[in-house]
């Protein structure tokens, strides 16, 4: 059997890379100008068989939201391996190199199997809620809207005006992904062969009284008749209104558009406060799914750079098997602003693994979620209280993508 061999990506790399991740995950590849642009074979790894190419992985670099703070994180994408190559430790090989490589505390993905990941420490930190809507019955509140208007953007202004939008939503709630000006473009290319018979995007946004734009919203159309008249389809691709009378507006819009009969939206928060502008909230089909899944890559930074909701004094007793220097005590201390996370040989409150502090980081889930299993044991009574209620945050984590 030949010999397997994990080397850093180069430029050359970008059809090859392409191709084989294509491969791997069943669909036809394509090439455009702004994905090899947006490729960084410095962030990517590439797994060889006698020197042809039989795994992928790769990085984005971009910045996230977590509890109190905007902070990097390496966004993995692009994991795959040539069905003729699998069970023979590629994968294995690709993420571990890739985790006790990268230079970000966090690491973060979207899990297309999610059996996968949990073996590497990643966890999922957030939920996604996916929403089909029944127009038809739905019926918004009548509460009165503060004063301000809807419109439209072309592309090119949406390019300009879009981005501190999003940022604001990151400032406000954790799991949001920031996007360079290369991002932006990508995600706003609209080419027709990508459509899946929707029509072409539309970028909605709010003004406020003063006309600056402080929410928007991306959609698409699609005619459909019945029997009965029309029914046409809305399918909402991404909301960021972080101010409440934008929210209100655009949902609003959304929700009376003539002709129509179902709306879909598959990133909406557990708390998204949609249910509260409708008369008929069973009306709303709610399904709740896996979101951003997330892995600790160096516990002192990564617990030292989020926020907490209550002060906290903890020793965590921490296992991973795969990043040796994350297995060990560690003493978290937060009052307010002040965060700190060091080494100590004090004894522990509380014993886990880098799995449960990747689950609870974004403020999601509870530590206390997996006491019942024995993922996480208290030797300190009321340690396991304290510390859950200091990693919760108020609004819950949404991410808007799948990158």
């Known amino acids: 059997m030949s010999e397997i061999e994990i080397r850093t990506a180069n430029a050359g790399d970008y059809e090859t890379f392409r191709t084989v991740f294509a491969a791997a995950m069943m669909f036809e590849p394509s090439f455009d100008e702004l994905s090899a642009e947006l490729f960084e074979p410095e962030r990517a790894l590439v797994a060889t068989d006698d020197g042809k190419v039989i795994g992928t992985t790769r990085v984005l670099t971009r910045d996230l939201s977590v509890p109190g703070a905007v902070v990097d994180a390496a966004h993995v994408t692009s994991v795959g391996v040539l069905p003729t190559h699998r069970r023979r430790g590629v994968m294995s090989g690709l993420i571990g190199r890739q985790l006790r490589e990268v230079p970000e505390p966090i690491a973060v993905l979207w899990a297309s199997e999610p059996a996968i990941y949990g073996r ?143 709306l879909s939206y598959s990133f909406a928060s557990v708390d998204e406060a949609l249910v509260h502008l409708v008369a008929t909230p069973t009306a709303l089909d709610r399904r709740l799914g896996e979101g951003l899944w997330l892995r600790v890559t160096d516990v002192p930074r990564a617990l030292s750079q989020r926020r907490y909701s209550v002060p906290l004094d903890v020793v965590l007793d921490v296992t991973d098997d795969l990043i040796a220097a994350n297995t060990g005590r560690f003493r978290l201390t937060a009052d307010g602003g002040s965060v700190t996370c060091e080494r100590t040989e004090d004894a522990a409150d509380l014993s886990l693994t880098v799995t449960e502090l990747g689950a609870t980081y974004l403020g999601a889930r509870s530590l206390a979620e997996f006491v019942a299993t024995g993922r996480v044991v208290e030797h300190t009574p009321g340690a396991l209280n304290q510390t859950s209620a200091a990693f919760r945050w108020a609004l819950a984590p949404v991410s808007l993508e799948i990158f």
């Open 120 to 262: 590497f420490g990643y966890a999922t930190a957030s939920w996604k809620v996916g929403y089909e809507a029944d127009l038809h019955r739905v019926g918004p509140t009548n509460d009165r809207l503060r004063p301000g208007e809807l419109g439209e953007l072309t592309t090119e202004d949406a390019l300009k005006e879009l981005p501190p939008i999003l940022r604001r939503l990151q400032e406000q709630r954790p799991g949001v992904s920031s996007r360079t000006e290369l991002a932006w473009r990508k995600h706003l290319e609209d080419k027709p062969e990508d459509r899946h018979g929707w029509n072409a995007l539309r970028v909605l946004v709010h003004r406020d009284e003063s006309g600056t734009i402080d929410g928007y919203a991306l959609w698409r159309g699609k005619m459909n008749w019945t029997q009965t008249g029309p029914s046409n389809e809305l399918l909402l691709e991404e909301l960021a209104a972080p101010e409440p009378a934008a929210y209100k507006a655009i949902w609003q819009y959304l929700l009376t558009m003539d002709l129509s009969g179902k």
